[in-house]
Protein backbone atom coordinates (compact mmCIF):
# COMPACT_ATOMS: atom_id res chain seq x y z
CA UNK A 1 0.00 0.00 0.00
CA UNK A 2 1.46 3.36 -1.10
CA UNK A 3 -0.76 4.98 1.77
CA UNK A 4 -0.79 4.77 5.32
CA UNK A 5 -4.16 3.22 6.40
CA UNK A 6 -3.43 1.46 9.65
CA UNK A 7 -2.16 4.15 12.03
CA UNK A 8 -4.45 5.31 14.68
CA UNK A 9 -4.53 8.87 15.94
CA UNK A 10 -6.83 9.47 18.60
CA UNK A 11 -9.57 12.40 18.46
CA UNK A 12 -10.03 12.98 22.04
CA UNK A 13 -10.43 17.03 22.99
CA UNK A 14 -10.47 17.65 19.28
CA UNK A 15 -14.21 18.89 18.50
CA UNK A 16 -14.65 15.69 16.72
CA UNK A 17 -18.47 15.50 17.00
CA UNK A 18 -17.92 11.63 16.64
CA UNK A 19 -15.33 11.77 19.78
CA UNK A 20 -16.98 13.97 21.85
CA UNK A 21 -20.29 12.25 22.01
CA UNK A 22 -18.53 8.88 23.26
CA UNK A 23 -16.87 10.85 25.99
CA UNK A 24 -19.65 12.59 26.75
CA UNK A 25 -21.83 9.07 27.52
CA UNK A 26 -18.88 7.88 29.26
CA UNK A 27 -15.89 10.13 30.60
CA UNK A 28 -14.71 7.21 32.67
CA UNK A 29 -14.04 5.01 29.34
CA UNK A 30 -10.48 3.86 28.34
CA UNK A 31 -8.38 5.69 26.09
CA UNK A 32 -7.70 3.23 23.54
CA UNK A 33 -11.97 3.09 22.95
CA UNK A 34 -12.71 4.34 19.42
CA UNK A 35 -16.08 5.48 18.28
CA UNK A 36 -17.25 3.78 15.19
CA UNK A 37 -20.68 6.29 14.74
CA UNK A 38 -20.91 8.88 12.88
CA UNK A 39 -20.00 8.94 9.12
CA UNK A 40 -16.39 10.08 8.96
CA UNK A 41 -12.91 7.84 9.01
CA UNK A 42 -10.50 7.27 11.23
CA UNK A 43 -8.04 7.74 8.04
CA UNK A 44 -5.59 10.78 7.21
CA UNK A 45 -6.58 12.75 4.21
CA UNK A 46 -4.75 11.90 1.15
CA UNK A 47 -1.43 13.25 1.41
CA UNK A 48 -1.99 15.17 -2.49
CA UNK A 49 -5.02 17.23 -0.60
CA UNK A 50 -3.30 17.94 2.52
CA UNK A 51 -0.02 18.92 0.63
CA UNK A 52 -2.15 21.00 -2.31
CA UNK A 53 -3.77 22.63 0.94
CA UNK A 54 -0.53 23.58 2.79
CA UNK A 55 1.07 24.88 -0.64
CA UNK A 56 -2.03 27.31 -1.29
CA UNK A 57 -1.43 28.62 2.29
CA UNK A 58 2.11 29.36 1.90
CA UNK A 59 2.03 30.67 -2.52
CA UNK A 60 -1.30 32.75 -1.71
CA UNK A 61 -1.24 34.25 2.20
CA UNK A 62 -4.55 36.18 0.71
CA UNK A 63 -8.19 34.59 1.86
CA UNK A 64 -10.35 36.87 0.02
CA UNK A 65 -13.74 36.37 -1.75
CA UNK A 66 -12.83 33.71 -4.06
CA UNK A 67 -14.63 31.53 -6.26
CA UNK A 68 -14.55 28.07 -8.07
CA UNK A 69 -12.24 28.39 -11.10
CA UNK A 70 -12.25 26.22 -14.20
CA UNK A 71 -9.96 23.77 -12.33
CA UNK A 72 -12.65 23.17 -10.18
CA UNK A 73 -15.17 22.54 -12.43
CA UNK A 74 -12.89 20.41 -14.63
CA UNK A 75 -12.09 18.06 -11.76
CA UNK A 76 -15.53 17.27 -11.01
CA UNK A 77 -16.31 17.07 -14.36
CA UNK A 78 -14.05 14.64 -15.36
CA UNK A 79 -14.29 12.37 -12.00
CA UNK A 80 -17.85 12.19 -12.82
CA UNK A 81 -17.52 10.86 -16.19
CA UNK A 82 -14.25 8.74 -15.30
CA UNK A 83 -15.45 6.83 -12.26
CA UNK A 84 -19.30 7.30 -13.11
CA UNK A 85 -19.33 6.92 -16.43
CA UNK A 86 -21.76 10.41 -15.77
CA UNK A 87 -21.22 13.34 -18.35
CA UNK A 88 -22.08 16.40 -17.10
CA UNK A 89 -21.67 20.07 -17.69
CA UNK A 90 -19.86 23.31 -15.86
CA UNK A 91 -23.21 24.70 -16.00
CA UNK A 92 -25.12 21.93 -14.41
CA UNK A 93 -22.77 21.97 -11.02
CA UNK A 94 -23.61 24.32 -8.24
CA UNK A 95 -21.53 24.62 -5.37
CA UNK A 96 -23.56 24.25 -1.57
CA UNK A 97 -21.87 24.82 1.40
CA UNK A 98 -22.18 20.71 1.89
CA UNK A 99 -25.15 18.21 1.49
CA UNK A 100 -27.95 18.56 4.01
CA UNK A 101 -28.62 22.32 3.73
CA UNK A 102 -28.56 21.42 -0.06
CA UNK A 103 -31.54 19.03 1.10
CA UNK A 104 -33.09 22.25 3.06
CA UNK A 105 -32.40 24.60 -0.33
CA UNK A 106 -33.98 22.15 -2.62
CA UNK A 107 -37.14 21.28 -0.15
CA UNK A 108 -37.49 25.38 0.30
CA UNK A 109 -36.89 25.90 -3.46
CA UNK A 110 -39.70 23.34 -4.56
CA UNK A 111 -42.22 22.58 -2.18
CA UNK A 112 -44.44 24.61 0.05
CA UNK A 113 -44.94 24.52 3.83
CA UNK A 114 -47.48 21.50 4.48
CA UNK A 115 -46.56 19.71 1.35
CA UNK A 116 -45.66 16.07 1.64
CA UNK A 117 -42.16 14.50 1.14
CA UNK A 118 -41.32 11.00 0.65
CA UNK A 119 -38.71 8.93 1.99
CA UNK A 120 -37.91 5.53 2.19
CA UNK A 121 -37.10 4.03 6.03
CA UNK A 122 -34.93 3.21 7.54
CA UNK A 123 -33.11 6.47 6.52
CA UNK A 124 -30.16 8.65 7.47
CA UNK A 125 -31.84 11.01 10.53
CA UNK A 126 -31.22 14.01 9.17
CA UNK A 127 -33.92 13.47 6.16
CA UNK A 128 -36.61 13.72 8.88
CA UNK A 129 -35.37 16.73 10.16
CA UNK A 130 -34.64 18.86 7.18
CA UNK A 131 -38.60 17.51 6.03
CA UNK A 132 -39.66 18.51 9.72
CA UNK A 133 -38.18 22.13 10.06
CA UNK A 134 -39.40 23.10 6.87
CA UNK A 135 -42.47 22.51 7.97
CA UNK A 136 -43.16 20.02 4.95
CA UNK A 137 -44.87 16.39 6.46
CA UNK A 138 -42.87 13.06 6.17
CA UNK A 139 -44.30 10.62 4.18
CA UNK A 140 -42.82 6.86 4.83
CA UNK A 141 -42.51 3.77 2.52
CA UNK A 142 -40.64 1.51 4.56
CA UNK A 143 -38.32 -0.77 2.53
CA UNK A 144 -38.57 -4.35 2.90
CA UNK A 145 -36.49 -6.62 5.04
CA UNK A 146 -36.43 -10.49 3.74
CA UNK A 147 -34.23 -11.90 6.35
CA UNK A 148 -31.48 -11.25 3.76
CA UNK A 149 -31.80 -7.98 2.55
CA UNK A 150 -33.75 -4.47 2.03
CA UNK A 151 -36.11 -4.14 -0.96
CA UNK A 152 -38.14 -1.16 -1.99
CA UNK A 153 -41.99 -2.00 -1.90
CA UNK A 154 -43.55 -0.24 -4.99
CA UNK A 155 -46.67 -1.12 -4.27
CA UNK A 156 -47.02 1.42 -0.99
CA UNK A 157 -44.27 3.60 -2.91
CA UNK A 158 -46.38 3.72 -5.71
CA UNK A 159 -49.42 3.80 -3.61
CA UNK A 160 -47.98 7.42 -1.40
CA UNK A 161 -46.69 8.78 -4.69
CA UNK A 162 -49.96 9.06 -5.87
CA UNK A 163 -50.87 11.52 -3.11
CA UNK A 164 -51.46 14.56 -5.28
CA UNK A 165 -49.75 16.34 -1.95
CA UNK A 166 -46.56 14.35 -2.36
CA UNK A 167 -43.97 16.82 -4.24
CA UNK A 168 -40.97 14.90 -3.72
CA UNK A 169 -38.76 11.88 -3.22
CA UNK A 170 -35.62 12.18 -1.13
CA UNK A 171 -33.68 9.36 -2.53
CA UNK A 172 -30.37 7.68 -0.67
CA UNK A 173 -28.90 6.14 -3.14
CA UNK A 174 -26.29 4.09 -2.28
CA UNK A 175 -28.87 3.69 1.01
CA UNK A 176 -27.61 5.00 4.27
CA UNK A 177 -27.90 2.67 6.80
CA UNK A 178 -28.92 -0.50 4.91
CA UNK A 179 -26.09 -0.85 2.66
CA UNK A 180 -28.11 -1.04 -0.65
CA UNK A 181 -26.68 0.04 -4.22
CA UNK A 182 -29.52 0.72 -6.03
CA UNK A 183 -30.12 -1.39 -9.18
CA UNK A 184 -30.66 0.03 -12.46
CA UNK A 185 -34.38 -1.91 -13.01
CA UNK A 186 -35.10 -0.28 -9.18
CA UNK A 187 -34.56 3.13 -10.51
CA UNK A 188 -36.26 2.68 -13.68
CA UNK A 189 -39.12 2.08 -11.83
CA UNK A 190 -38.56 5.05 -9.22
CA UNK A 191 -38.30 6.88 -12.05
CA UNK A 192 -41.23 5.89 -13.97
CA UNK A 193 -43.55 6.03 -11.06
CA UNK A 194 -41.89 9.72 -9.92
CA UNK A 195 -42.78 11.35 -13.41
CA UNK A 196 -46.37 9.60 -13.82
CA UNK A 197 -47.01 11.10 -10.17
CA UNK A 198 -45.11 14.46 -11.06
CA UNK A 199 -43.23 14.16 -7.78
CA UNK A 200 -39.46 15.65 -7.99
CA UNK A 201 -37.01 13.32 -6.94
CA UNK A 202 -33.58 14.97 -4.88
CA UNK A 203 -31.03 11.99 -4.77
CA UNK A 204 -28.58 12.16 -1.93
CA UNK A 205 -25.85 10.54 -3.69
CA UNK A 206 -22.91 11.11 -1.34
CA UNK A 207 -21.88 7.54 -0.91
CA UNK A 208 -22.14 6.78 -4.43
CA UNK A 209 -17.83 6.16 -4.64
CA UNK A 210 -17.94 3.72 -1.86
CA UNK A 211 -18.77 0.63 -3.43
CA UNK A 212 -17.83 -2.63 -3.10
CA UNK A 213 -16.53 -4.91 -5.54
CA UNK A 214 -19.05 -6.17 -7.84
CA UNK A 215 -21.73 -3.30 -7.47
CA UNK A 216 -21.93 -0.14 -9.43
CA UNK A 217 -23.66 3.11 -8.61
CA UNK A 218 -26.32 4.63 -11.50
CA UNK A 219 -26.73 8.16 -11.16
CA UNK A 220 -30.21 8.84 -10.78
CA UNK A 221 -30.00 11.25 -13.39
CA UNK A 222 -28.37 8.68 -15.96
CA UNK A 223 -31.52 6.94 -15.82
CA UNK A 224 -33.12 8.74 -18.84
CA UNK A 225 -33.56 11.89 -20.24
CA UNK A 226 -37.02 12.50 -18.60
CA UNK A 227 -35.60 11.27 -15.19
CA UNK A 228 -32.49 14.15 -15.24
CA UNK A 229 -34.74 16.63 -16.54
CA UNK A 230 -36.95 15.75 -12.70
CA UNK A 231 -34.29 15.36 -10.46
CA UNK A 232 -31.99 17.20 -8.37
CA UNK A 233 -28.37 15.39 -7.63
CA UNK A 234 -26.81 16.09 -4.42
CA UNK A 235 -22.88 14.87 -4.60
CA UNK A 236 -19.78 15.89 -2.35
CA UNK A 237 -16.02 14.15 -1.94
CA UNK A 238 -16.43 14.29 1.42
CA UNK A 239 -17.46 11.07 2.59
CA UNK A 240 -14.75 9.25 -0.20
CA UNK A 241 -12.01 11.47 1.03
CA UNK A 242 -12.71 12.38 5.07
CA UNK A 243 -13.46 15.99 4.62
CA UNK A 244 -17.09 16.58 6.04
CA UNK A 245 -15.43 19.79 7.91
CA UNK A 246 -14.44 20.90 4.81
CA UNK A 247 -18.67 21.81 4.31
CA UNK A 248 -17.89 21.29 0.45
CA UNK A 249 -20.37 20.17 -1.97
CA UNK A 250 -21.87 20.00 -5.30
CA UNK A 251 -25.25 19.68 -6.40
CA UNK A 252 -26.07 19.07 -9.47
CA UNK A 253 -29.02 19.87 -12.23
CA UNK A 254 -29.44 19.62 -15.46
CA UNK A 255 -32.93 21.43 -16.00
CA UNK A 256 -32.12 25.01 -15.96
CA UNK A 257 -35.66 25.91 -15.21
CA UNK A 258 -34.80 23.56 -11.59
CA UNK A 259 -31.90 25.34 -11.60
CA UNK A 260 -32.17 28.71 -11.64
CA UNK A 261 -35.40 27.87 -8.45
CA UNK A 262 -32.68 26.50 -6.64
CA UNK A 263 -30.07 28.97 -7.25
CA UNK A 264 -32.53 31.66 -6.02
CA UNK A 265 -33.55 29.89 -3.04
CA UNK A 266 -29.49 29.47 -2.53
CA UNK A 267 -29.15 33.41 -3.23
CA UNK A 268 -32.52 34.37 -1.02
CA UNK A 269 -30.08 32.84 2.15
CA UNK A 270 -27.03 35.46 0.53
CA UNK A 271 -25.43 31.71 0.14
CA UNK A 272 -24.81 32.25 -3.34
CA UNK A 273 -22.50 34.46 -4.13
CA UNK A 274 -19.41 32.22 -2.53
CA UNK A 275 -21.18 29.40 -0.74
CA UNK A 276 -18.17 27.25 -0.27
CA UNK A 277 -15.21 28.83 1.81
CA UNK A 278 -11.80 28.53 -0.07
CA UNK A 279 -10.48 25.38 1.71
CA UNK A 280 -13.61 23.83 0.72
CA UNK A 281 -13.12 24.71 -2.85
CA UNK A 282 -9.96 23.95 -2.58
CA UNK A 283 -9.92 20.20 -1.15
CA UNK A 284 -12.73 19.51 -4.01
CA UNK A 285 -10.55 20.17 -6.57
CA UNK A 286 -8.10 18.44 -4.82
CA UNK A 287 -9.68 15.32 -3.71
CA UNK A 288 -11.23 14.65 -7.32
CA UNK A 289 -8.13 15.90 -9.85
CA UNK A 290 -5.44 13.88 -7.12
CA UNK A 291 -6.95 11.44 -5.04
CA UNK A 292 -7.86 8.44 -7.28
CA UNK A 293 -5.17 6.28 -6.20
CA UNK A 294 -5.78 7.06 -2.91
CA UNK A 295 -9.57 6.04 -3.56
CA UNK A 296 -8.84 3.14 -4.91
CA UNK A 297 -6.27 2.02 -1.71
CA UNK A 298 -8.89 3.28 0.97
CA UNK A 299 -11.60 1.07 -1.22
CA UNK A 300 -9.78 -2.39 -0.63
CA UNK A 301 -9.89 -1.46 3.09
CA UNK A 302 -12.78 -1.00 3.54
CA UNK A 303 -13.74 -4.55 1.71
CA UNK A 304 -11.10 -5.84 3.75
CA UNK A 305 -12.66 -4.52 6.91
CA UNK A 306 -16.23 -5.87 6.14
CA UNK A 307 -14.73 -9.12 5.01
CA UNK A 308 -13.37 -9.60 8.85
CA UNK A 309 -16.35 -8.70 10.14
CA UNK A 310 -18.74 -10.73 8.20
CA UNK A 311 -16.58 -13.85 9.32
CA UNK A 312 -15.65 -12.83 12.56
CA UNK A 313 -19.74 -12.43 13.47
CA UNK A 314 -20.80 -15.13 11.54
CA UNK A 315 -18.07 -17.49 13.51
CA UNK A 316 -18.33 -16.47 16.37
CA UNK A 317 -21.70 -14.44 17.11
CA UNK A 318 -24.94 -15.81 15.23
CA UNK A 319 -26.78 -14.10 17.26
CA UNK A 320 -25.92 -11.10 15.04
CA UNK A 321 -26.59 -10.81 11.96
CA UNK A 322 -23.90 -8.74 9.04
CA UNK A 323 -25.99 -7.28 6.37
CA UNK A 324 -24.47 -7.71 3.07
CA UNK A 325 -22.89 -4.58 2.34
CA UNK A 326 -22.82 -3.31 -1.37
CA UNK A 327 -21.99 0.25 -0.67
CA UNK A 328 -21.12 2.85 1.87
CA UNK A 329 -18.65 2.23 4.93
CA UNK A 330 -21.49 2.11 7.65
CA UNK A 331 -22.44 -1.90 7.83
CA UNK A 332 -25.83 -2.51 8.76
CA UNK A 333 -26.41 -5.81 11.91
CA UNK A 334 -29.25 -7.19 12.68
CA UNK A 335 -29.12 -7.84 16.62
CA UNK A 336 -32.59 -9.18 17.43
CA UNK A 337 -31.38 -12.35 17.94
CA UNK A 338 -29.59 -11.16 21.04
CA UNK A 339 -33.28 -11.28 22.49
CA UNK A 340 -33.17 -7.72 24.12
CA UNK A 341 -37.19 -6.12 24.91
CA UNK A 342 -35.95 -2.96 23.09
CA UNK A 343 -33.66 -0.49 21.49
CA UNK A 344 -32.99 1.30 24.55
CA UNK A 345 -31.25 -2.51 26.17
CA UNK A 346 -29.79 -2.85 23.36
CA UNK A 347 -27.99 0.52 23.13
CA UNK A 348 -26.80 0.32 26.80
CA UNK A 349 -25.88 -3.19 26.25
CA UNK A 350 -23.56 -2.03 23.35
CA UNK A 351 -22.53 1.08 24.91
CA UNK A 352 -21.79 -0.31 28.63
CA UNK A 353 -21.07 -3.95 27.98
CA UNK A 354 -19.46 -4.24 24.71
CA UNK A 355 -17.94 -0.27 24.43
CA UNK A 356 -19.00 -0.20 21.11
CA UNK A 357 -20.18 3.67 20.20
CA UNK A 358 -22.27 2.54 17.10
CA UNK A 359 -25.49 4.16 15.86
CA UNK A 360 -28.73 2.79 17.17
CA UNK A 361 -30.97 1.36 14.52
CA UNK A 362 -34.34 3.14 16.07
CA UNK A 363 -32.14 6.40 15.17
CA UNK A 364 -33.20 6.07 11.54
CA UNK A 365 -36.84 4.59 11.73
CA UNK A 366 -39.66 3.00 13.72
CA UNK A 367 -38.84 -0.34 11.71
CA UNK A 368 -34.93 -0.87 12.62
CA UNK A 369 -35.23 -1.24 16.44
CA UNK A 370 -33.14 -3.86 16.81
CA UNK A 371 -30.43 -3.19 14.33
CA UNK A 372 -27.39 -1.37 14.72
CA UNK A 373 -25.40 0.93 12.40
CA UNK A 374 -21.10 0.03 12.44
CA UNK A 375 -18.66 2.92 10.45
CA UNK A 376 -15.51 0.02 9.52
CA UNK A 377 -13.83 3.51 8.10
CA UNK A 378 -10.56 3.01 10.58
CA UNK A 379 -7.54 0.83 11.04
CA UNK A 380 -8.17 -3.56 11.07
CA UNK A 381 -6.77 -3.16 14.73
CA UNK A 382 -9.13 -1.11 15.98
CA UNK A 383 -12.06 -3.26 14.29
CA UNK A 384 -10.15 -6.42 16.43
CA UNK A 385 -10.74 -4.81 19.84
CA UNK A 386 -13.97 -3.72 19.32
CA UNK A 387 -15.03 -7.76 17.73
CA UNK A 388 -13.14 -8.92 20.83
CA UNK A 389 -15.01 -6.71 23.33
CA UNK A 390 -17.95 -7.32 21.86
CA UNK A 391 -17.51 -11.33 21.81
CA UNK A 392 -16.82 -11.54 25.36
CA UNK A 393 -20.16 -9.02 25.83
CA UNK A 394 -21.92 -11.76 24.30
CA UNK A 395 -20.62 -14.61 25.61
CA UNK A 396 -21.70 -12.80 29.42
CA UNK A 397 -24.87 -12.26 28.43
CA UNK A 398 -25.40 -15.92 27.40
CA UNK A 399 -24.07 -16.58 30.62
CA UNK A 400 -26.38 -14.75 32.95
C1 LIG B 1 -26.96 10.11 3.09
C2 LIG B 1 -26.20 11.24 3.69
N1 LIG B 1 -26.44 12.49 3.28
C3 LIG B 1 -25.76 13.54 3.81
C4 LIG B 1 -24.83 13.36 4.79
C5 LIG B 1 -24.12 14.54 5.40
O1 LIG B 1 -23.75 15.41 4.42
P1 LIG B 1 -23.06 16.81 4.74
O2 LIG B 1 -22.08 16.61 5.82
O3 LIG B 1 -22.44 17.15 3.43
O4 LIG B 1 -24.15 17.75 5.10
C6 LIG B 1 -24.55 12.07 5.24
C7 LIG B 1 -23.56 11.86 6.33
O5 LIG B 1 -23.44 10.81 6.88
C8 LIG B 1 -25.24 10.99 4.69
O6 LIG B 1 -25.02 9.73 5.07
Partial sequence: MAYNFKTFKSRRNTGSSKW??????????????????????????????????????????????ERP????????????SKIHNWQIQKDWIIPTGSVVPALVTAIQAFTNFEDKILIMTPVYYPFYDVINFTHRQVVDTPLTFDGENYQINFADFEKKAANSNVKMLILCSPHNPVG????????????????ANDVLVVSDEIHADLLMPGYTHIPYAT?????ANNSVICTAPSKTFNLAGMKAANTIIKNSYLRRLFN???????????????????????????????????????????????KYIKENIPEIKVLPLQGTYLQW????????????ELGNFMKEKALLFLDDGYLF???????????IACPRNVLEKAMYRLNRAVQDLRNS
Fill in 264 to 310: DQQNRRGDGGMPVNILGQLSVQLAYSKGETWYHEMLTVIDDNRQYIE
Fill in 20 to 65: GAMVQSNPSLPTDIIPLSVADMEFEVAPEIINGIKKRLTDNAILGY
Fill in 69 to 80: TDDYYTAIINWM
Fill in 180 to 195: RVWKKAELEKIAKICL
Fill in 365 to 375: GDISKQFERIN
Fill in 333 to 344: WDCSGLGFQNEV
Fill in 223 to 227: ISEEA
